[in-house]
């Protein structure tokens, strides 16, 4: 297995440590609560988990995926526009 590779796996199992109720959930993973209580709630399907450093470090992480793949969405949506407007 190449590093990348490694940290990749790494990096995804790191994720998988919160789970969205609902597989196909967009939502952003937040913390909630005060003191003793907080948690990692997302703010879509409200699946909840305590908020470890372990935790709050995967929904960083998470949020940060999700927010690139909206991004190259918009991109790749514009393209498509752009090829279109061009063969037309």
Known sequence: MTPIEVLR?????????IQHTDPNCTGIWRVVGVFSDRRIQCDHCNAEYPATPENRQAAVDENSA?????????????????????HA
């Open 9 to 17: 796996r790494a990096n995804n199992e790191a994720i998988e440590r």
């Open 66 to 86: 999700g927010t690139w793949l909206k991004h190259l969405a918009v991109c790749g949506a514009q393209l498509l526009e752009k090829e279109r407007r061009d």
